[in-house]
């Protein structure tokens, strides 16, 4: 379906400017509403992966093109935001990194690459493997999910067309049926958009569950400049319920790490706050003795 010709946009190309622009608008809009079918997908996804990344495993994106280019611009705000180690983030993009600024003709077919890709990661049970495909037939991507199934990782297939074999080879499949393009076959459009929504909610609720959101706050974001630094002030101050100055100096103990300078500026030492979040397994509501 995502490769097929709209008759109602044969004309797009005569159509006066907002006219068109009013239409592929319309478009992105169809995308999003596509996603709300898979949202209980999503949430199985959710609970089956957040045990296997608790026990350290990693969180694997695989695909080609577009696909590969909005899962590595979600993957990657994932450290500075949520403080994820980079090391536990992996891409396997056809046609290596060097595809994610140029077309490189091919790679999507090669499945033996996807293969070879999942064996020098050492992909293992604990990882959390995620292919996207806008046809959900894209060789390469198929075959990294078979290979990493195989190897005992959970595999998540994205696609947005129905009966895809990425997700019929995958733990859970999530479809999104955004239909044909505007442009035909420019998949980086209602496709892309669908895809990208899937992976923010995705990747937002997994965050969420492994306790690295508390009431609403991104409460292990990295504050490596003025703004965020300040950002970061202010939430201990309205999570401990201190001002601003306390704020300040529990972070400054706490080497600018928000969840445990919360727990300082309550009167837990540093070494205290350390603990208890461990036991926690780093939730913050958890902590017995916290206001917070």
């Known amino acids: 379906m995502t490769e097929l010709a709209d008759p109602r946009y044969r004309d797009i190309d005569i159509w006066d400017d907002a006219t068109a622009l009013r239409a592929m608008l319309e478009g992105q809009m169809a995308a999003i509403a596509a996603i709300a079918p898979a949202v209980p997908a999503l949430a199985n996804v959710v609970a089956a992966a957040v045990p296997r990344l608790r026990a350290g495993g990693r969180l694997a994106y695989a695909g080609a093109g577009t696909s590969i280019r909005v899962a590595v611009q979600d993957g990657i705000e994932l450290g ?23 077309g490189i003709e091919g790679a999507e077919d090669n499945a033996e690459d996807g293969r070879a890709q999942v064996a020098a990661s050492q992909i293992g049970p604990n990882d959390v493997v995620i292919g996207l495909a806008a046809s959900g037939r894209t060789p390469f991507t198929v075959a990294v999910l078979e290979a990493a199934r195989a190897a005992g990782a959970l595999t998540v297939g994205i696609a947005c067309n129905p009966d895809a074999p990425l997700c019929a080879v995958a733990d859970h499949g999530v479809v999104a049926e955004t239909g044909a393009e505007a442009i035909a076959g420019s998949t980086r459009m209602k496709a892309g958009t669908a895809q990208k929504a899937i992976l923010n909610l995705l990747s937002t609720q997994i965050m969420l569950r492994l306790g690295h959101v508390h009431r609403g706050l991104m409460v292990d974001m990295r504050p490596q400049n003025i703004k965020l630094r300040a950002r970061a002030t202010g939430m201990v101050a309205r999570l401990a319920q201190v001002d601003e100055a306390a704020a300040q100096a529990a972070l400054e103990a706490a080497g600018w790490k928000i ?30 003795g916290a206001r917070a």
């Open 259 to 288: 969840k445990p300078a919360v727990l300082v500026a309550q009167g837990f030492d540093i070494a205290a706050a350390d603990a208890a979040l461990r036991q926690a397994q780093g939730v913050l509501r958890n902590v017995a």
């Open 80 to 102: 500075p935001t949520y403080d994820w180690p980079e090391t536990r983030t992996l891409y396997l993009i056809a046609g290596g990194e060097r595809a994610l600024m140029l």
